[in-house]
């Protein structure tokens, strides 16, 4: 090539990758060297396409598998079809653009890559992980398919996909947030976020292998899917945003922490059992059950379309909980929190509404109005199921409407601050009590209720002392004494009393400072069993209690037996308390009980009814 001015290389020649030799001639036909010739030139190299067609091998770096018969080089582009030999990376390597076709597949396995151009995928791309990777990711379309078995603390491709999959049995740990277009999927190793937050506009599919979540915010915008792995939930939140009306929701061996449904024109439907260990919140959209059931620990809130369906909800929760039903009904609601209370925020509508925890405190909003079909409620001895308005002045002013249509089945509950006009009578009858009283349309049957040890055994001892049995009190608010009772034989007087305080044993001071709650008088007795009435005092809930009783006759006895008797209420260890002076029945006992006394291993036939 000649030129009295400039020359360009052909484009016959652009395509070679080296140039042996290049001879530069001035006009004169003399031969000169680029750094003293008289002629300015320059040299152009453009980029050509090759086309993988994996003839021989799957090798990147065999130029018989491209259809330029060379390997392309770092200014020329690769486009990637379907074919049956993929190709694979056996170096570092670089290129201009790269074009990966639909089902395509590139495998860097293990070797840097660069792109310094564009990265049309539309296939997949496969890493280990431990690359260095240089390139502007394809967002719009394509796989990135992670496949490495060793530790990885971040993922080489950067921290935004159209479709992201882990698929090889390493571990991979996030230290950033991860946007996906569209597809999150892990089907195999394992995957920490870290606490870094995930934002995914399709599915999220755990097939196998773990998750671990953390603290992060998992927004998804379509399908979840966790039933084939393991999702360790920590605290994160699980946010569904999806804007259409086919979101399916299966996750059957995995729970859950706090989940958020949170887009007006989404739609999600439950495959299986949904269990959540935080909070459950429907701010919009539809969220149906298809008949599944649903366990929640913490609270619910519905401002959205609730559809139950036939399941059951059930609030298993360990800490307080708060149930706003935003006007969507419950097929079976089911109250198993005994441990803190529960609060219901509006009106609410059930076909069953069921609780047989005992200790449960349900709160009701003052003013509103809880329409039930079918109710039961049942608690246990000394641990009523307590339901309240959520205001505390017990005024009619403060009263929750319950309206009950259907069948009732109460035990062992305190109500107060009920109007029940609106449906059936409320029919409580078996040990139930209204504590606070304010309720319209209920009725309440008296039950005696016994505590201490109401079993006629043992041996007759004389009453030629002062004694009493301690143990707790129930956890009953309200407990009025009706009568203190004694088995006693021979005949005489006796005087009984009742005190609170004091420390139980063993090596405790017995009622020691405890103060006294009524002094029964003295009363004749003879043999048998006697019940001395007319107190109208409470005992408080939880106290330390005794029952006390004198006498300075040796012709009275009151059974009691060596052996502590595992149904009375009074403390296994150390059983009676012997009195100092002071036996004298005439008496009255004293509004605090004195000091001086000891402990003796009797367990004496004795109980208060209340």
């Known amino acids: ?95 201009n653009d790269l074009t ?62 159209f479709t992201v999959e882990f698929g090889g049995a390493g571990v991979w740990t996030f230290n950033n947030s991860l946007n996906v277009a569209d597809n999150f999927l892990i089907s195999n190793g394992t995957v920490n976020a870290s606490n870094y937050n995930i934002t995914t506009g399709g599915d999220f599919t755990l097939s196998s292998g773990t998750f671990n979540a953390g603290s992060a915010t998992i927004t998804i915008g379509a399908n979840w899917d966790s039933s084939g792995g393991t999702f360790t939930p920590g605290s994160s939140t699980a946010i569904f945003n999806a804007t ?4 399916t929701i299966a996750s059957t061996g ?22 959540v260990n935080g909070n459950l ?44 039903s935003g006007g969507s009904a419950f097929n079976t609601l089911a109250i198993t929190n005994s441990s803190s209370n529960i609060t219901f925020a509006d009106s609410l509508t059930a076909t069953n509404f069921t609780c047989s925890t005992a200790s449960v405190d349900m709160k009701f909003n003052a003013g509103s109005t809880y329409t039930i079909t079918n109710l039961t409620l049942n608690g246990s001895s000394g641990n009523l ?42 029919s409580c009858t078996n040990i139930c009590t209204e504590v606070n009283d304010n309720n319209v349309n209920w009725t ?26 301690g143990g707790v009190s129930p956890n009953v608010d309200g407990m009025t004494i009706k009568s203190i009772n004694v088995y006693t034989s021979g005949s005489g007087n006796l005087r009984l009393a009742i005190y609170q305080g004091g420390v139980l044993g063993p090596g405790g001071t017995g009622p020691t400072n405890a103060t006294l709650i009524w002094d029964a008088g003295i009363v004749s007795v003879g043999s048998g069993w006697f019940a001395i009435t007319g107190g109208s005092a409470s005992l408080t809930k939880n106290e330390v209690t005794w029952i ?36 004298d029945e005439t008496i009255s006992w004293e509004s605090i009980y004195p000091t001086g006394g000891s402990y003796s291993n009797y367990w004496y036939s004795i109980y208060i009814t209340y």
């Open 385 to 426: 199921i307590t339901l309240d308005s959520t205001s505390t002045t017990h005024n009619p002013a403060d009263r929750w409407n319950l309206n009950v249509s259907g069948t009732q089945s109460l035990s062992y509950v305190d109500a107060s601050d009920s109007e029940a006009s609106g449906g059936s009578l409320i």
């Open 281 to 324: 919140i429907v701010t919009d959209g539809i969220f149906s059950t298809n008949n599944q059931n649903i366990n929640v620990a913490g609270n619910w809130s519905n401002s959205g379309t609730f559809i139950a369906g036939t399941g059951t909800v059930t609030f298993d929760g360990t800490t307080a909980q708060s149930i706003t």
């Open 548 to 583: 006390c009783w004198k006498a300075n006759d040796s012709t009275i006895y009151v059974y009691s037996n060596s052996s502590y008797d595992s149904s009375s209420d009074f403390q296994s260890a150390e059983g009676r308390w012997n009195g100092g002076a002071g036996k």
């Open 254 to 275: 995995s729970t859950l922490n706090n989940i958020q449904f949170n887009n007006s024109s989404g739609n999600w439907t439950l495959q299986d059992a949904l269990d």
């Open 100 to 161: 990966i076709q639909s089902a395509g597949t590139l495998s860097l396995t293990g070797f840097g890559f660069t792109v310094s151009g564009t990265f049309s995928n539309d296939g997949t791309l496969e890493l280990y992980g431990s690359e260095a990777v240089s390139l502007t990711m394809d967002t719009d379309s394509g796989l990135v398919k992670y496949t490495g078995s060793g530790t990885y603390t971040s993922l080489a491709a950067g921290n935004s996909y």
């Open 1 to 95: 090539l000649i030129s009295s001015d400039t020359f360009s290389l052909s484009s016959e020649l652009k395509s070679q990758k080296y140039l042996n030799q290049v001879a530069v001639k001035d006009g004169g036909n003399s031969t000169s060297t680029f750094e003293t010739a008289p002629i300015a030139w320059t040299t152009t190299t453009g980029s050509t396409t090759f086309t993988w067609d994996g003839s021989v091998s799957t090798s990147w770096d065999d130029g018989s598998n491209w259809d330029q018969g060379t390997v392309p080089g770092i200014t020329d582009n690769a486009i990637i079809p379907n074919v049956v030999n993929d190709p694979v990376l056996a170096s570092a390597t670089t290129i």
């Open 244 to 247: 259409d009306s086919d979101n």
């Open 444 to 469: 309440f049957g008296e039950v005696a209720i016994n505590w201490g040890d109401d079993t006629a055994q043992g041996t007759n001892y004389s009453v030629n002392h002062i004694r009493c049995m």
